[in-house]
């Protein structure tokens, strides 16, 4: 006579058995078929969740960003401007190369454990830690070239006669030549800028 | 009663030069709009951003700026304008520099940065449009004044 503990043991030393040595319990083919579903489907799901994170929404519905960031963007030239086309937060804070920006969603994990902990939870405290975090920014599209400036703006696009006489000046004789990058000169272009005492090229 | 009339005459005069004063424009910018009807605002104008100096009015004007400023933050944090006006970037920038005027305080002694009271640029420059101007400007430059005489 089986005990309703016996029962339940039995179920899962089934399951752990054939969890164990699946090939000795379930046909070949069930495995193949089965672990190719089951393979598109982590995959899928890993990918959709990965992609919503990557979503100005979802950068949003903390207030951290939307509170300061994000109100800070709006009256700039990538969120209103005459033709409509606009970056979103993902576009110039995420690369966008797969391994990269499966680096960077790591990094983030950090940012999470701020989130629980409060550490800018208030603008006093977001403006306190302000300078450090840009820098993180800064140092990022400094070393890899200002990237994600240039998964849009390409300098072989760039019809400088277009320009005003001083942008094409500036451009011809710092960019092209790649005596310097984007962020040199455009730092505080989408968001309010930190206490720039020390930062080089600002007085 | 003679109090009365005199109440009477000052609010009657009154009545009449504000009339007078709405009639001819310069008192109000509805440009006799009721105030019931919500007046079609004028077309916003493009800043001017070719690079060329505008001629001063007089000596001490402060030189208009030839270019647009959008979202130049000038805060606490960071002066935008600075980044290329300051003596120090001048080189780089080839921007003019900001007058001497500008680092010295009120006691003109010098300062090897610009001084907090000419900090807020925008206080005294200001971008240019191309827009008709409300009010008649009489305006007259002392060389014309000169050759007037």
Known sequence: ?203 | MRRFLVHLTTALGLIAFTNVALSDGTATLRQGEPISVEAEAPKMTKVENNDVKRVRNYPEQPPTIPHKTRSYEISLNANKCMSCHARTRTGESQAPMVSITHYMDRDNQVLATISPRRYFCNQCHVTQVEAAPLVENEFVDVEELLKGE
């Open chain 1, 1 to 203: 006579m089986l005990t309703p503990f016996k029962k339940l043991w039995g179920l899962v030393y089934r399951i752990w058995s054939s969890a164990n040595r699946p090939a000795k319990h379930l046909s070949i083919g069930f495995l193949t078929i089965g672990g190719f579903v089951a393979g598109v489907m982590f995959w899928g799901g890993f990918n959709t969740a990965l992609e919503y994170t990557n979503t100005e929404e979802f950068c949003v519905s903390c207030h951290e960003m939307g509170d300061n960031v994000f109100v800070e963007l709006k009256p700039t030239i990538h969120y209103s401007n005459r033709s409509g086309v606009r970056a979103t937060c993902p576009d110039c804070h995420v690369p966008h190369n797969w391994t990269d920006k499966i680096s960077r969603k790591m990094q983030a994990s950090k940012e999470v454990w701020g989130k629980l902990f409060g550490t800018i939870n208030t603008r006093e405290k977001f403006q306190a830690e302000r300078r450090r975090l840009a820098g993180h920014e800064w140092d990022r599209l400094k070393a890899n070239n200002s990237l994600e400036c240039r998964n849009c703006h390409s300098t072989e696009s760039m019809d400088i006669t277009a320009q005003s006489t001083r942008a094409a000046e500036a451009h011809q004789t710092f960019l092209f030549t790649g005596e310097k990058t984007c962020i040199d000169c455009h730092k505080g272009i989408a968001h309010e800028l930190p206490d720039m005492t020390g930062v080089e090229g600002w007085k």
